[in-house]
Antibody, heavy 121, light 110 residues
Framework: EVQLVESGGGLVQPGRSLRLSCAAS????????MHWVRQAPGKALEWVAG????????GYADSVKGRITVSRDNAKNSLYLQMNSLRTEDTALYYC??????????????WGQGTLVTVSS | QSALTQPASVSGSPGQSITISCTGT?????????VSWYQQHPDKAPKLMIY???NRPSGVSNRFSGSKSGNTASLTISGLQAEDEADYYC??????????FGSGTKVTVL
């Protein structure tokens, strides 16, 4: 059974940093691209970042480019999201999602339950 | 990258068919066959319902179907059931090598 478990969310002040993690199990992690998608309270889904199977390719939404870095550790079956210079508009539930292909192209067939990030002073 | 445009709400009676539209541009929906649809029940993670415009993942009911014409993709739910009441989001790959989601549609079963 595919499982994606996010962690690392919490309350953080504007301008500070936070690192999210996603522990994957139930599939061959290094065969697939992985993504982060967020959802602000009561709002639509927003793709944040994606990374290919071997970290050779990454992509970022314009709203986070330059402030956020996606990475993965295939030996640990883990996905990460380093978020710097956080803004109040980054407040959202952050989902880890598995791509159906090895690249950053492809829809997301499994999702975690999300970790909540709240940016507030 | 602007969100894809979806109607805010669509409703239908049990057994009826409904269609949700998703309008983008030639840089996303119109330029690639990488349109997907997600169902999200309240306080739950999204679920992939359709990918690559019209493909259904294993386990998804054949009451769900997808299509595309030009810059507009559509999701049709036939034989509407109470459990289909949820939010639905379209998504597309873009020419910037990113993804964009739609604004979301709330489906109500009357």
């Amino acid at each position: 059974e595919v499982q994606l478990v996010e962690s690392g969310g919490g309350l953080v002040q504007p301008g500070r940093s936070l690192r999210l993690s996603c522990a994957a199990s139930g599939f061959t992690f290094d065969d697939y691209g992985m993504h982060w998608v967020r959802q602000a309270p009561g709002k639509a889904l927003e793709w944040v970042a994606g990374i290919s199977w071997n970290s050779g390719s990454t992509g970022y939404a314009d709203s986070v480019k330059g402030r956020i870095t996606v990475s993965r550790d295939n030996a640990k079956n883990s996905l990460y999201l380093q978020m710097n210079s956080l803004r109040t508009e980054d407040t959202a539930l952050y989902y880890c999602a598995k791509g159906i292909w090895s690249t950053t192209v492809g829809p997301f067939d499994y999702w975690g339950q999300g970790t909540l990030v709240t940016v507030s002073s | 990258q602007s969100a894809l445009t979806q109607p805010a709400s669509v409703s239908g009676s049990p057994g009826q068919s409904i269609t949700i539209s998703c309008t983008g541009t030639s840089s996303d929906v119109g330029g690639y066959n990488y349109v997907s649809w997600y169902q999200q029940h309240p306080d739950k993670a999204p679920k992939l319902m359709i990918y690559d415009v019209s493909n259904r993942p294993s386990g998804v009911s054949n009451r769900f179907s997808g299509s595309k014409s030009g810059n507009t993709a559509s999701l049709t739910i036939s034989g509407l059931q109470a459990e289909d009441e949820a939010d639905y989001y379209c998504s597309s790959y873009t020419s910037s090598s990113t993804y964009v989601f739609g604004s979301g549609t709330k489906v109500t079963v009357l």
